[in-house]
């Protein structure tokens, strides 16, 4: 621009049009966790894929997705992108790292049964897991996953009826 001209102040804008959001992101079932590169929680998830103890009748492209899901939420929370040790917790938090009880085992895999492929199945699952646990430091991490698997499989899931027995 020429010396002595200045750019108009900018004009008053409102987000007005159909797909704008408002001051704060939507929360509530379905709406799942905004935030950076979320999405780069499912490579993750194929990486550590291969170390994780499945059940029997359990596919990995079920887990893989509520594995991802879970990591994407909890990297949302601190405002980041997902990274590896986003995923173990979540792996952890399902006991796919080897530590889940046979009787915990059987109930998981009811209740990862066709995430794969069913987004409302998925969110239920990760929508269960409460940001306090996944803002947890390790110790307290490992210290609240035995609590939250007995919530999970009284009460939480009570379409699945009982537990099932070995």
């Known amino acids: 621009m020429p010396p002595g001209i200045a750019l108009p102040p900018a004009k ?10 408002g ?22 998830a194929e990486r550590a894929a291969g170390e994780w103890a499945l059940a029997t009748h359990e596919e990995r492209h079920d887990v893989i997705p509520v594995i991802a899901e879970i990591a994407g939420k909890r990297a949302a929370l601190f405002g980041r992108a997902p990274v590896m040790p986003d ?13 889940a009880e046979p009787d915990f085992a059987q109930v998981r895999r009811l209740i ?29 991490f490992n210290a609240s996953i035995n609590e939250w698997r007995h919530l999970t499989r009284t009460r939480l899931f009570p ?6 027995t070995m």
């Open 12 to 21: 008053h804008w409102v987000a007005d049009r159909p797909g704008d959001l």
């Open 87 to 99: 995923v173990s917790i979540a792996a952890g938090l399902l006991g796919y790292d080897g530590t």
């Open 23 to 44: 001051p704060r992101q939507p929360r509530g079932q379905l709406y799942g966790s905004p935030g950076p590169n979320v999405g780069y929680a499912y490579t993750l």
């Open 159 to 164: 379409e699945l009826g009982r537990t099932p």
């Open 112 to 140: 990862v049964h066709d995430a794969g492929h069913d987004y409302t199945r998925r969110r239920a699952i990760v929508d269960t897991v409460p940001e306090q646990l996944l803002r947890m430091t390790a110790e307290e």
